[in-house]
């Protein structure tokens, strides 16, 4: 069965930066686009980027455009995201979310199981 | 880029209850409209996508409706396991999410 698996939980300080890993299983890893999406504690759901695992291609919201790399090794199936210049509002959970297509319409059909990322001095 | 406005952000509802929640697009998206349920502690579900189509496994008391800039998810009689957040997600241009209605 399709599963994301996610790398475990950072502390980072402010300034830093963090690395996430998302691996994929149970489908072809490059057929399908992966997005990040984070949620901060007690918070909604705030869709982060896009990535393309054939070509690399990527896609950031506008908030997140100077500041995260998006990412991917094929040769392990797993996608990367990285978030640089750390404050404490980026303290939240974050999702790896394989993105399914059914006639013209995309939606997150697979999500991993979220890493913590807490920043703090 | 486009905002979603979901209403009401929570409502108190009883099993058996008809329950409604209203997502609105900044902007005409046809019907590029998700929907996914979220309890605590685990990832987002998907329930419906097209605004009208119910992903598979997801029972049929869940259904959508709306075009343009409104949508509806409804439910149409609670279950104790649907108590949870639900969000709605545009998938127009990128994949926006509403800020969350929670049954309670």
């Known amino acids: 069965q399709v599963q994301l698996v996610q790398s475990g939980a950072e502390v980072k300080r402010p300034g830093a930066s963090v690395k996430v890993s998302c691996k994929a299983s149970?489908?072809?890893?490059?057929?399908?686009?992966i997005n990040w999406v984070r949620q901060a504690s007690g918070q909604g759901l705030e869709w982060m980027g896009r990535?393309?695992?054939?070509?690399?291609?990527?896609g950031l919201a506008q908030d997140f455009q100077d500041r995260v790399t998006l990412t991917r090794n094929t040769s392990i199936n797993t996608a990367y995201l990285e978030l640089g210049s750390l404050r404490s509002e980026d303290t939240a959970v974050y999702y790896c979310?394989?993105?399914?297509?059914?006639?013209?319409?995309?939606?997150?059909?697979?999500w991993g199981q979220g890493t913590v990322v807490i920043v703090s001095s | 880029d486009i905002q979603m406005t979901q209403s009401p952000s929570s409502l108190s509802a009883s099993v058996g209850d008809r329950v409604s929640v209203t997502c609105r697009a900044s902007q005409n998206i046809i019907n590029y409209l998700n929907w996914y349920q979220q309890k605590p502690g685990k990832a987002p579900k998907l329930l419906i996508f097209?605004?009208?189509s119910l992903h598979s496994g997801v029972p049929s008391r869940f259904s959508g409706s709306g075009s343009g800039t409104e949508f509806t998810l409804t439910i149409s009689s609670l279950q104790p396991e649907d108590f949870a957040t639900y969000y709605c997600?545009?998938?127009?241009?990128?994949?926006?999410f509403g800020q969350g209605t929670r049954v309670e």
């Open positions: 979310a394989r993105v399914s297509w059914s006639s013209g319409w995309f939606f997150f059909d697979s």
């Open positions: 997600q545009q998938s127009y241009t990128t994949g926006t």
């Open positions: 149970g489908y072809t890893f490059t057929s399908l686009d």
């Open positions: 990535m393309n695992p054939v070509s690399g291609d990527t």
């Open positions: 097209a605004a009208i």
